[in-house]
């Protein structure tokens, strides 16, 4: 490989800007489409790549991408950071500690989704005719790697779904996220160790339990000692140098590329490294709802549009394209993943109306389906045409998530919900000068509507707050608590004279506080008005009015007029 020449710059800079350029755009139109901006990036790269640019204008396909070592080194390196960034982005969306906190359910949930897919889908991929594999010889670790990689959720796909349908920060949206967070930290351990069995060629016991035992103990001190030690760094940074300087954000890039050194360096990939380095960055107490916002904005902004490219780029999809192939691991996998997380739904004792929007959640492939084939094709474990399945599998059942979880959704609101909420109830000027003070005095408003215990309240309202944050930005908050006793939902207003810090995603703080109890026994009923409020409080204008205004009466008219809108709920 020679050196960098003004030509081989000019062209990067070609090939970086038309690529990225390209993908925002098609981006923004699938993004309108309630569509996965990943789509848009892949066409982007098939469009430019040999399967239509190659074959229709070979001379300026072999211009702007000439096969040159150099020249294919230059792009790829960036690709790469994509690939490396968004594992830890994934990493970084979750806290696992709080999520382990309530692990009966969600554990359940996950271990059932991550065992029965492999036991359903292994045969069918086992018994394929020897001309889809790369190398007949490992059809045992070839079957095992496609029924694995069908295990590791697209949580970001899923957050986005939840996310539109305001079902994310709703009891049944946490009990998703933590099941799929704890399926994806243990499908990526499965695949991590796969993947080593196939680069060392062989089963042998000895290398089998040294490469099983450092990748959980990696896990393990990861998740354990080093976590306590990023904690303390970004605490320290956090004390002495402040927000505005940036080191939080250039922190987590540095922990990111030394645990992939890590993992690389003890023979497990570097992916791994940077996805378990997302995880205990996530746990930190000062990293907050607005750094993870930046590190998602920069990381989806420029590095994952040119990763997903890339793929299309040096894949030929038309040629590659098998029906067949795309059929069967679509079908097997939406159904073996909608199986298992529906029965395990079932094991944990979920509201059977909410059984489907469990499975449902569990269904799209996404980012991480490609990203493990990406690293499969290159390592030799599957051929090109497995991988442009795989892809073609992960873009179909993304498609048909948010349809097909939207119609589960409207499907749950059945029933009739009395909720309580009078102009009493909203009070403006509420006198709390931070967060816990203002939980306390809503703690108080609640006991004495619903005759409850005042600290029982309180503890059920913070317990959820840590689990994750309530506030959905523009200076709003909606905690919430299903309690036990209730017949009725209740609804409080509390408008504060200064903003406080509730951990919002664009980092402002919070002046809108709207607080919602529901029954314990009517898990419908929170999604329900929590999605109304949501609804209504994700319009700017209105948002603007109601954080803004000082009269009680406006408030509680403009809120209630909403819960009205909703057929299935009665305030009085």
Known sequence: MGPITEHHLMLFLIQFALLLGLCKAAGYIFDKLKQSSVTAELLVGIFLGPAILGKFAP????????DNVVQRSMLETIAWFGNFFLLMETGLEVNFSRIWQQRGDAVKLSAVDLVLPIVLRFLPIYFLPKHYLADPSQRVLFALFISAIMTISALPVAIRGMRDL?????DLGFLILSALTINDIAGWVIFTIILGLFAHGSFELGFVAQLVGLTLAFTFISLTILRRAVDKAVTFLHNRVGEGSGLKITFIMLVG????????????HSL?????????????????EKDRFVVNRLVYAIFVPIFFANIGLHLDFIANFDWFLVLLITAIGIFARFVAAYIGGRWSKQDKSN?????????PGGQMHIVVGMLAYS???????????????A????????????QA??????????????EEDVFINAPATSQNELLRFMSEKVAASSGLDQEMIYHEILLREEQMSTAMGRGIAIPHARLEGLNRSFIFVFHTNIGLEWDSPDGNLVRLVVLVITPKESPNAQIQILQALASALHDRKMSHNIVTSRDRRYVWAALRSELNACAQCSVD
């Open 59 to 66: 001379e300026v396909h072999s211009y702007l991408f000439p």
């Open 166 to 170: 305001n079902i994310l920060k709703t």
């Open 257 to 268: 590329a030394i645990f992939g050194a890590i993992t690389l360096k003890i023979g497990i």
């Open 272 to 288: 791994f490294g940077f996805f378990i380095a997302g995880t205990i960055l996530g746990e930190a107490k000062h990293i907050s």
């Open 355 to 363: 059984l489907a929007i469990i499975a449902i959640s569990h269904t």
């Open 379 to 393: 390592s030799g474990l599957i051929s090109e045409r497995i991988l442009v399945s795989i892809i073609a599998s």
């Open 395 to 406: 873009i179909l059942s993304t498609i048909v998530f948010g349809p097909w979880l939207s």
């Open 409 to 422: 959704v409207r499907k749950i609101r059945k029933a009739l919900y009395n909720i309580v909420f009078s």
